[in-house]
């Protein structure tokens, strides 16, 4: 059983940046694929970025070249440093974890609000 926490999130001006934290607790990071969603009012929630550790990064196209997605599986924590921050980028971040074998998401945090004031 994975339990993810985040932290970081915030308030920042337009072009700023802010780096979220997702802490882990339970199994090793190793045989998971971590992520990044996030999610608006009346929207669904949409993939940001994800990262595993025998593979390189995946982003969407609307946070590539903006975004970085990190991971420290001996201290179970992930982060993602979000630069060049803009008012759609206001959302709730969430911390993901899904086993390497499966094709879903079944392990998720709590949320860290992120607004971008313009």
């Known amino acids: 059983q994975v339990q993810l926490v985040e932290s970081g999130g915030g308030l920042v001006q337009a072009g700023g940046s802010v780096r979220l934290s997702c802490a882990a607790s339970g199994p090793s990071l190793n045989w998971y694929v971590m992520g990044w969603f996030r999610q608006t009012p009346g929207k669904e929630r949409e993939f940001v970025a994800s990262?595993?550790?025998?593979?390189?990064?995946n982003y969407a196209d609307s946070v590539r070249g903006r975004f970085i997605i990190t991971s420290d599986n001996a201290n179970k924590m992930m982060y993602l440093q979000m630069n060049s921050l803009q008012p759609e980028d206001t959302a709730i971040y969430y911390c993901?974890?899904?086993?390497?074998?499966?094709?879903?998401?079944?392990?998720w945090g709590r949320g860290t609000q992120v607004t971008v004031s313009s």
């Open positions: 990262i595993f550790w025998s593979g390189g990064p």
């Open positions: 993901a974890a899904r086993s390497f074998t499966s094709s879903e998401y079944n392990y």
